[in-house]
């Protein structure tokens, strides 16, 4: 039934465009780039448990890499790429240092490296333009972008259940539950990290470039900002860190949310989504998908897969 459902979600998606409608075109590109964020920050902070609030560095990094080499005069295909292996070689250069921290240190350096790569790209301003922002080629995207952030989408979404399926996914899940025996037990812990933070980041570097070729600017603000590192956290956190489905389910809640109410407060978004974060650590730690009516309804329908 599973197959069923997710066939039809795919299809009308995949059609949808031709309906001609550039608001709800727009609301899906967002939509979509917020669940790549939130699904795949879930790969190393659901599956080991390592809450990565540095996570939106790995973004930004692609979008920056991105935009600098594809003004000068590289090709768009190899501009992508260039974005997402450099989010990866940040990934692997960091994760030495940071993998030796755990629990709240992990997470608050991580955050640190975040506002350390903000005011890097503000003060090199040589390279980067500073608070001016980079501006790349100017072009009608909105169709394309739709399209590759399906993709990209469609491709997290696949991962994640192959990763749910694998010895991979099972080394992960007995890092999350406890660490030290894993290590007893032979596991390589280190190695596990570092996989699923090269994953994450692969994702998030990708949906980097793909943001700056579409919005054709961007600042240190817009892709390092304090809002956007929260949001991917609130997101998954809310929807069910550690399930497949839960990411997607709160990355759709929060932005239906934003969309109605939060448009008129933007200055409350940063204080909303660490308050999402604190209300679901305290009161709903398992996420939406874990309240026994949903949980029920999701094993039901067979879109509840979790290690």
Same mark, same amino acid.
């Given at each position: 039934?599973n197959?069923?459902?997710?066939g039809?979600?795919?299809l009308?998606?995949?059609i949808?465009?031709?309906?001609?409608?550039?608001?709800l075109?727009?609301?899906?590109?967002?939509?979509? %780039?917020? =669940?790549?964020?939130?699904?795949?920050?879930?790969?190393?902070g659901?599956?080991?448990?390592?809450?990565?609030m540095?996570?939106? /560095?790995?973004?930004?990094i692609?979008?920056?890499?991105?935009?600098?080499?594809?003004?000068?005069?590289?090709?768009?295909?190899?501009?992508?790429?260039?974005?997402?292996?450099?989010?990866?070689?940040?990934?692997?250069? =960091?994760s030495?240092p940071?993998?030796?921290?755990?629990?709240?240190?992990?997470?608050?350096?991580?955050?640190?490296?975040?506002?350390?790569m903000?005011?890097?790209?503000l003060?090199?301003?040589?390279?980067?333009?500073?608070?001016?922002?980079?501006?790349?080629?100017?072009g009608n995207?909105?169709?394309?972008?739709y399209?590759?952030?399906?993709?990209?989408?469609?491709?997290?979404?696949?991962?994640?259940?192959l990763?749910?399926?694998?010895?991979?996914?099972l080394?992960?899940?007995?890092?999350?539950?406890?660490?030290?025996?894993?290590?007893?037990?032979?596991?390589?812990?280190q190695r596990?990290?570092?996989? /699923?933070?090269?994953?994450?980041a692969?994702?998030?570097?990708?949906?980097?470039?793909?943001?700056?070729?579409?919005?054709?600017?961007?600042n240190?603000?817009?892709?390092?900002g304090?809002?956007? /590192?929260?949001?991917?956290?609130?997101?998954?956190m809310?929807?069910?860190?550690?399930?497949?489905?839960?990411?997607?389910?709160?990355?759709?809640?929060?932005?239906?949310?934003?969309?109605?109410?939060?448009?008129?407060?933007?200055?409350?978004?940063?204080?909303a989504?660490?308050?999402?974060?604190?209300?679901?650590?305290?009161? %709903?730690?398992?996420?939406?998908v874990?309240?026994?009516?949903?949980?029920?309804?999701?094993?039901r329908?067979?879109?509840?897969?979790?290690?």
């Open positions: 039934m197959r069923i459902i997710l039809i979600v795919l009308f998606l995949l949808f465009p031709v309906f001609n409608l550039p608001y075109n727009t609301f899906l590109i967002i939509l979509f %780039m917020y =669940i790549l964020l939130a699904e795949s920050y879930d790969i190393l659901g599956y080991t448990g390592y809450i990565n540095g996570h939106i /560095a790995f973004f930004g692609g979008a920056y890499t991105f935009g600098l080499l594809w003004n000068t005069g590289l090709s768009l295909y190899l501009s992508f790429l260039a974005g997402t292996l450099a989010a990866v070689v940040f990934a692997i250069l =960091i030495f940071l993998f030796r921290l755990q629990g709240a240190y992990f997470s608050l350096a991580a955050f640190a490296l975040v506002k350390l903000e005011h890097l790209t003060n090199l301003s040589s390279i980067t333009h500073g608070s001016d922002g980079l501006k790349v080629l100017e995207r909105m169709i394309p972008m399209y590759l952030s399906l993709l990209l989408v469609v491709a997290v979404v696949v991962v994640s259940f990763i749910t399926r694998s010895r991979f996914g080394a992960m899940a007995s890092v999350r539950e406890e660490e030290e025996i894993a290590f007893d037990f032979g596991v390589p812990v596990i990290k570092t996989t /699923a933070m090269v994953i994450s692969s994702f998030a570097g990708l949906m980097g470039s793909f943001y700056t070729w579409y919005t054709i600017f961007i240190p603000s817009m892709v390092f304090t809002e956007m /590192a929260l949001m991917p956290i609130a997101m998954a809310l929807g069910g860190s550690g399930v497949i489905i839960g990411p997607v389910i709160g990355a759709v809640f929060l932005l239906i949310v934003e969309e109605t109410l939060w448009t008129r407060f933007a200055y409350l978004h940063t204080a989504y660490g308050l999402v974060i604190l209300l679901v650590g305290l009161f %709903m730690p398992g996420g939406l874990r309240l026994r009516p949903v949980r029920r309804f999701l094993i329908v067979g879109l509840f897969k979790e290690l």
